[in-house]
Structure formats: C-alpha cells, structure tokens
C-alpha cells in the first residue's frame, strides 16, 4: 500500500488527549491500557508476549517491522497485544530469514496499528502522566465517538487477565527422560522460558492457572514454577491459596513477575500498580546477594512493596531495580523459593539473569540429593 494513500488515524487517551497518525492499512478500533516498551529489537517476542494482552504497545524504537517476523521468535500461540503505535513502520523485510513482512503478519492477527504519531512526545506524555486507558481508531470514528466508546473499558488496576492467555488444558514441554520434573502454573507464560527450562534437563507439564495443588502434585514434580502474565495479581484470590501450598510444600519453587507478585501475597505482602510500569531490554538491577548488577528484560506494572517486604521476618529482598529501587526480587528464608519481577529468559534481551534457571535447577539437584 502507498504511504499518501494511507488513511488517517486518532488515537485518544482516557484523559481526553488526542494524537493523529496513519493506519498501516488495517481497519479498525481497539482500546487497552497504553504502555511503552524502549527496547530496539525484539518486536515479534513483544507482541507475542502473554503479559501484554490487554495492553496497546507504544514502541519508542523509531522503526519497525523492518527485519520482518520468523517463526521461531513467537512467545505464545500468537500476537497478546491490544494495538499497535509507532513512528516509522515498514513495509518491506531485509532480513533473508524472515517468512513475511509485518504486515502481513499484524493484517492475519487483525491487528490494529497506527504509524507517523510523534511516539517521542507520547511516550514523554505518559511518563509525565501516568499508564492509562487509551484507543486507536483506523476506520473513521470521531473523537467523540471513540470518548464514548473509551469510557467503557475497564482500568487495569483491579483487572484479572491470567485467565484469558492461560492455556486451557495441561500440556507437556520437553524430554520425558530428563533429569527433573516441574510442575509449571501458565498464568501466561512465555515459550522461551520453558524453552530455557528444557535446556536445563527439565521435562515441564504447563497447568491452567486455576489448578489446585493437588493435582499440581500429581506430577511428582521436583519443583514448581510459577510464571508471568497479565493484569493485576490482587484478583487472584484463589491462586493465591495454591501458591501459598506450594511455597509450604519444601520443593524449591521459582517464579517470574505475576508469580514473583503472588509469591508475595501469599506471605501476606501487597501489590500495588505503578505510576508508569518497566518495560524494556536495558533495566537495570543489583543483586543483593552477589553484589553484581544485571542488564535485564523488563515487563510488569504492577510491584512488590518495598516497605513490607522490608517488615517481613520471613521474605527477604534479594535483587532491587536501580532507576527506581522498587523489588526486582525476593527470597523465602529457609526455603528453596526465590523469584524475580524480570525475565531473565530474555525474549527479547540480554542474558545476565540467566543463572537464575541454573540456581532453579541446582535447588532441585540438591533437593533430590538430601
């Protein structure tokens, strides 16, 4: 499609702010929470994470889609994210090993997606502002229309999601002659974690995220893992329950972001939702434990309370977030139980945090051992 005959686009803020851009040629509207993420590559594994569903995706890289999509850079079973705002969108691939433009790849999904918004001041607009509902529209709406429409969608804050993206009926990932079992809970997870968990001589059975312990035990598993997702953890009073058997069950357990922020609230700790979230491949962390700082992936809007994970006589604060000093992680003491508001299988991202499977696993040796 030529870029002059391009359709207009508006996107709207819950505040009533208003910024024009073009379609990319798909029609229609979509609304979600609006979040950015200021990673320079790794598109694909973005829109495919599970933990953005609900969420537009204001990328502040100025190009993309300009090395295509593969197949083998998917996280999910397909593209999670509500929408799509960026400067620069390109319509033609220069990656040989890509299968397909984006395009082409976004008009299957029947996703929505805007280009030429200035991303830079929207981008300086939320963080100035807070996250907040917004709406795209390609197919002509008025602003006043789409004001009527906005003030229907839910706030994030208080909204339950893991049971949209959390598969619907257990499944097997890896070598079922491998050293170690786990029993993982999908409140969204992402492929490349299991991924990093078969590398490391794991054999993975994946459970819906309303799984009740026992028959998460039914596995036999050597421990547990409790994965990302979307949405507000408060909600989810009933996994909660689970998640605080499992961390009493003695088997070391490992989670990622949602499952970090409900290890926390089965100790009694809270949550609460951040002005603006963390998202991107360049956050960085200090591990307290090791005094070594990290280059991680970042993608949560929800954290941990510092303050009583700091008053806890059992939960101790292990990795911190140095930009802001929010908990980037935690540990049970005298238990094999720890986890982190990062991805430290970094889809997309750097690879510092990547010990942190072999820590999971060297707990599970140990275990095994005594």
């Known amino acids: 499609m030529e870029y002059n005959k391009r359709n207009s686009a508006v996107l709207l803020l819950n505040d009533g702010t208003v910024f024009y851009g073009k379609s990319i040629g798909i029609e229609g509207t979509t609304f979600g929470e609006l979040c950015f993420n200021t990673g320079m590559t790794g598109y694909q594994e973005i829109f495919t994470d599970p933990s953005y569903f609900g969420q537009i995706m204001l990328a502040t890289n100025a190009h993309i889609g300009n090395y295509g999509v593969n197949p083998n850079e998917v996280d999910s079973d397909g593209i999670k994210i509500a929408g799509l705002v960026c400067k620069n969108f390109s319509f033609t691939n220069s990656r040989p090993n890509s299968s397909a433009t984006l395009l082409e790849y976004l008009t299957e999904n029947k996703l929505v997606a805007i280009s030429d918004v200035d991303t830079r001041?929207?981008?300086?607009?939320?963080?100035?502002?807070?996250?907040?509902?917004?709406?795209?529209?390609?197919?002509?709406?008025?602003?006043?229309?789409?004001?009527?429409?906005?003030?229907?969608?839910?706030?994030?804050?208080?909204?339950?999601?893991?049971?949209?993206?959390?598969?619907?009926?257990?499944?097997?990932?890896?070598?079922?002659?491998?050293?170690?079992?786990?029993?993982?809970?999908?409140?969204?997870?992402?492929?490349?974690?299991?991924?990093?968990?078969?590398?490391?001589?794991?054999?993975?059975?994946?459970?819906?995220?309303?799984?009740?312990?026992?028959?998460?035990?039914?596995?036999?598993?050597?421990?547990?893992?409790?994965?990302?997702?979307?949405?507000?953890?408060?909600?989810?009073?009933?996994?909660?329950?689970?998640?605080?058997?499992?961390?009493?069950?003695?088997?070391?357990?490992?989670?990622?972001?949602?499952?970090?922020?409900?290890?926390?609230?089965?100790?009694?700790?809270?949550?609460?939702?951040?002005?603006?979230?963390?998202?991107?491949?360049?956050?960085?962390?200090?591990?307290?434990?090791?005094?070594?700082?990290?280059?991680?992936?970042?993608?949560?809007?929800?954290?941990?309370?510092?303050?009583?994970?700091?008053?806890?006589?059992?939960?101790?604060?292990?990795?911190?977030?140095?930009?802001?000093?929010?908990?980037?992680?935690?540990?049970?003491?005298?238990?094999a139980v720890f986890s982190v508001q990062y991805h430290p299988e970094a889809s997309p991202g750097p690879h510092d945090s990547h010990y942190l499977f072999d820590q999971f696993v060297a707990n599970m040796k140990d275990n095994k051992g005594a």
């Not at 028959?215 to 421990?223: E, I, R, S, V």
């Not at 357990?253 to 603006?276: D, E, R, W």
């Open 121 to 335: 001041a929207l981008a300086s607009y939320i963080r100035d502002n807070g996250a907040m509902n917004a709406v795209i529209s390609t197919d002509g709406k008025t602003v006043e229309e789409l004001k009527a429409l906005l003030k229907t969608v839910p706030s994030m804050n208080g909204l339950e999601l893991a049971s949209k993206v959390s598969t619907k009926e257990a499944y097997y990932f890896g070598n079922p002659e491998a050293t170690y079992k786990v029993s993982a809970l999908d409140l969204g997870i992402k492929t490349n974690i299991l991924r990093c968990l078969a590398e490391r001589d794991c054999y993975i059975k994946v459970f819906p995220y309303d799984t009740d312990f026992q028959t998460l035990t039914q596995f036999n598993p050597d421990g547990y893992f409790l994965s990302n997702g979307p949405g507000d953890p408060a909600p989810l009073v009933e996994v909660k329950k689970v998640v605080a058997q499992v961390v009493d069950a003695n088997l070391p357990v490992f989670g990622i972001c949602l499952g970090h922020q409900l290890i926390a609230l089965s100790q009694g700790v809270s949550t609460y939702k951040m002005f603006n979230g963390h998202r991107g491949i360049n956050h960085p962390v200090m591990n307290l434990l090791t005094n070594r700082g990290e280059i991680t992936s970042q993608n949560h809007g929800f954290a941990v309370d510092k303050a009583e994970v700091e008053k806890h006589p059992t939960v101790q604060i292990t990795h911190l977030h140095l930009n802001d000093q929010t908990v980037a992680g935690i540990r049970i003491k005298d238990k």
